[in-house]
C-alpha cells in the first residue's frame, strides 16, 4: 500500500507561479509511475503530466506545456509539479497520482492509477 499527500497549492494571480509537492509513504520501493491530474468543479478529472520512475522521462497535457513541470526525488519519495504562467483556467484541485510497477510513464488515464492522494487546491485570480 502506498499513500500519498500533496500541499503546495493556494491563491496565486495570473501569471504567478506555485510549486506542488507529493510525498509517497508505504511501500515507496516499488517502481512506479507518477502522474498529476486535476479536476475543476463541474469538469471531470483530466491528465496534467507524468513521469517515470527513474525521472528521465516525461509527458504533458497540451494546455500545459511549457509552463509546467514534473520532477521527482526518490530520495525523498517525492514528486513534484512547478507551475508557471498560471492562467485562470488551471483553477482545480490537483492530485497526484502513483502507477505501481510501472518503470516508463504512467498513463493519461485516471482510471489505470492505482494510488491518489487527496489534492491540493490550485485557484488562479484574473
Known amino acids: 500500500q502506498v499513500s500519498l499527500v500533496e500541499s503546495g497549492g493556494g491563491l496565486v494571480q495570473a501569471g504567478g507561479s506555485l510549486r506542488l509537492s507529493c510525498v509517497a509513504s508505504?511501500?515507496?520501493?516499488?517502481?512506479?509511475?507518477m502522474g498529476w491530474f486535476r479536476q475543476a468543479p463541474g469538469s471531470e478529472r483530466e491528465f496534467v503530466a507524468t513521469?517515470?520512475?527513474?525521472?528521465?522521462?516525461?509527458y504533458y497535457a497540451d494546455s500545459v506545456k511549457g509552463r509546467f513541470t514534473i520532477s521527482r526525488d526518490n530520495a525523498k519519495n517525492t514528486v513534484y509539479l512547478q507551475m508557471n504562467s498560471l492562467k485562470p483556467e488551471d483553477t482545480a484541485v490537483y492530485y497526484c497520482?502513483?502507477?505501481?510497477?510501472?518503470?516508463?510513464?504512467?498513463?493519461?488515464?485516471?482510471?489505470?492509477?492505482?494510488?491518489w492522494g487527496r489534492g491540493t487546491q490550485v485557484t488562479v485570480s484574473s
Open positions: 497520482a502513483a502507477d505501481r510497477g510501472n518503470a516508463g510513464l504512467g498513463p493519461t488515464s485516471y482510471g489505470e492509477y492505482d494510488y
Open positions: 508505504g511501500r515507496t520501493s516499488s517502481r512506479k509511475a
Open positions: 513521469i517515470n520512475w527513474t525521472g528521465g522521462a516525461t
